[in-house]
């Protein structure tokens, strides 16, 4: 297998899409460093890392916070320290919102572009030099339709994953010269904890499994897509069963009936 002894670093290991894409690598044999903020959710996935046919001795559990700027130096000499590289660096931390723009407190908006935004280019920016020097290396980031498609009571992470495209689009063009790969995923609804875990306007958390999260693809089907796409050099994995990954195409070729279609729902 190619992915077998390559170092993994996954955000948002602890559960949903990064846990799920763990699986699958320590399936295949890979190094895995797996980061959240939970240290016992992270604990959980590394054993059943192992239980998938991973060796203990290569997976490590990296706690951290992807908003604690100051602390990501330290972190990603942790894991760099761990096998002496860092093959990919999947950039899949994320919150959701579900309120309207005329109910979010602006601090709520610099909450989500922390954790989505800032915290994933932080994170990339530590990890950069180390892929230069290797002259090879393979970043990701799971954006989202909503990356490509603006829906109500999502206007922060609209704007969050909109964000996320065009910082990941465009490191693509400086660091391929280094034999960098940079993928983009963007998914459509999967069933995770995603809107459970989303803020509502005063930055509490919503939790509730929405209908359409509830009714979204099984979250393996889902990283055995993303792994498809990764395995095949897609530059943009876009993953999702439902009507939200028709509007993708429908977005591209027909915008303005897009707009209606997503201002009939909103
Ligand atoms: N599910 C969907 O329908 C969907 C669709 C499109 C895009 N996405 C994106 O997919 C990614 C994964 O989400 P998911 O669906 O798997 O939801 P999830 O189950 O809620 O997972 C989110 C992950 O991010 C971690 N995280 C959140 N804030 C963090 C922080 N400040 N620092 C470090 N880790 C943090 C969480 O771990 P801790 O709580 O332990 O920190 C958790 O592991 C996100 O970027 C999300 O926006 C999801």
Redesign the pocket.
């Known amino acids: 297998m190619a992915d077998k002894g390559k170092v993994i670093w996954i ?10 894409v763990a699986y699958e690598f320590a399936a295949r044999g890979a190094v895995l460093i797996l ?4 240290a016992d ?2 604990e959980r996935v590394r054993e059943a890392c192992i239980a998938k046919g991973a060796a203990p001795e290569d997976v490590l559990v990296l ?6 700027e100051a602390s990501l130096p330290a972190k990603t000499a942790e894991a760099k320290a761990f096998k002496g590289r860092i093959d990919m660096l999947f ?6 919102q579900r309120s309207l723009c005329v109910d979010t407190d602006m601090a709520t908006y610099r909450k989500l572009f ?3 935004v800032f ?1 994933q280019i932080a994170l990339t920016k530590q990890v950069l030099p180390i892929m230069i020097e290797q002259k090879s290396g393979h970043i990701a ?7 490509k498609i603006g829906v109500a009571k999502r206007t922060g ?1 609209c704007a969050a ?1 909109h964000a996320m495209m065009g910082f990941f689009d465009a490191l693509r063009t400086e660091v391929a010269q280094y034999g960098i790969r940079v993928t983009t ?13 989303a803020l509502k306007g005063d930055g509490s958390q919503f939790g509730v499994v929405d209908k ?2 509830a009714a ?2 099984d ?1 393996t089907d ?1 990283a055995k897509v993303i792994m498809k796409g990764f395995d095949s050099g897609k530059k943009e994995i876009a993953v ?1 069963n439902g009507p939200e990954m028709k509007a993708l195409w429908v977005k591209r070729f027909f915008p303005n009936m897009l707009f209606k279609m997503v201002e009939k729902m909103g």
């Open positions: 955000t948002g290991a602890s559960s949903g899409i990064g846990e799920a980061s959240a903020r939970r959710a992270l706690p951290l916070d992807v908003t604690d950039n899949n931390a994320g919150i959701s922390e954790v989505d915290g980031v799971t954006a989202s339709v909503a990356g992470y994953k995923v963007t998914p459509g609804f999967i069933r995770t904890a995603i809107s459970e875990n359409n999260i979204g693809m979250v889902c999702g």
